[in-house]
């Protein structure tokens, strides 16, 4: 057989399975739709078979579709390191791309990034760059499914087939109120479980990490909590819990400083610890390069300094 694939051809085909459309695909592009739509018959000539289902405008891909989209998706991240290899050089520790879960990313990651940069600095390679990408668990998982990540670190666990996942840190949550509350006052910081059932709840949206761990530790022992609002991250939870807006469990990352001042209190209950891990996931298929490779032996031994 005699044909030839071309990567911007793969390269267009991903666009369009992430658009929906031709027309959608070719303003990520900037190409104009009649190129996109060339681009995409030319695949399907090239490989002998129909990729996508057509639905109106709208593009689905079907069985051969899918099985080509993990295909592309690898081939088109190996093309990026190559790239990186002839931008950094064989051995050098080039750009990476990070993803981290919204506590994560906003408490501990800075002070990771920070702290891989002065080892790098110290072995002579002062220029070091990354780029970043926070989000809930669930959709820094799907970046990372889909190539879009080299590696993250998130609160939660992740199912997908494509991810190798492994734990990292453990955290535990804190169950934090307001300590101008008049209940928390009245209670001396000690909840019941008939007080934990009636007060108001402050959590993250669905999707995230934190949001899982508290439900499924508390469902047994409150069956039904109250929710109150829903926020994108935690900062905004803290603050809302020091306005008396209701409680809620938060990571030691997020509330230490608030705890400490006095704008937050530690609340006592029944319940027991609710504890996580924190998890470092990369992808089944992903290239081990060397940058990559330092990075996750970095932060393995950062969670267990005695780790070889």
Not at 123 to 144: D, L, P
Request: proline fraction near 4%.
């Amino acid at each position: 057989m005699n044909f030839s694939l071309t990567l911007r051809q793969l390269q267009i085909f991903v666009a369009i399975v992430e658009a929906g459309s031709t027309s959608a695909a070719a303003d990520t592009l900037a190409l104009s739709q009649s190129a996109t739509s060339a681009a995409l018959h030319e695949l399907e000539r090239a490989l002998g078979t129909r990729v996508f289902q057509r639905r109106g405008k709208r593009l689905l891909l079907n069985e051969q579709g899918r099985q080509l989209l993990s295909q592309a998706r690898v081939l088109l991240d190996h093309a990026s390191e190559i790239d990186r290899w002839a931008k950094y050089g064989i051995g050098r520790i080039g750009d990476l791309r990070i993803g981290a879960s919204t506590t994560i990313g906003n408490y501990l990651l800075p002070q990771l990034l920070a702290g891989f940069k002065r080892q790098l600095a110290q072995e002579g390679q002062a220029e070091w760059s990354a780029q970043v990408s926070i989000a809930n668990t669930r959709a820094i998982a799907n970046q990372v499914a889909n190539f879009e990540l080299d590696l993250a670190l998130v609160e939660g666990w992740c199912e997908q087939n494509e991810l190798h996942v492994e734990p990292w840190m453990e955290d535990e949550l804190l169950l934090v109120a307001s300590p101008d509350d008049p209940e928390v006052q009245a209670a001396d910081a000690q909840f019941s479980l008939d007080q934990l059932k009636a007060a108001t709840w402050l959590l993250r949206e669905s999707g995230s990490g934190t949001r899982e761990t508290i439900l499924h530790a508390i469902s047994p022992w409150l069956h039904q909590v109250n929710v109150g609002i829903e926020f994108g991250d935690s900062e905004a939870i803290k603050r809302a819990v020091s306005e008396q807006l209701g409680i809620s469990c938060l990571s030691p990352w997020v509330v230490e400083e608030m705890l400490s001042a006095g704008k937050l209190v530690q609340l006592r209950s029944p319940l027991p610890p609710i504890r996580r891990h924190f998890y470092l996931i990369t992808h089944l298929e992903k290239h081990n390069t060397p940058s990559l490779q330092r990075m996750i032996g970095f932060l393995r031994q950062y969670a267990d300094p005695t780790r070889e």
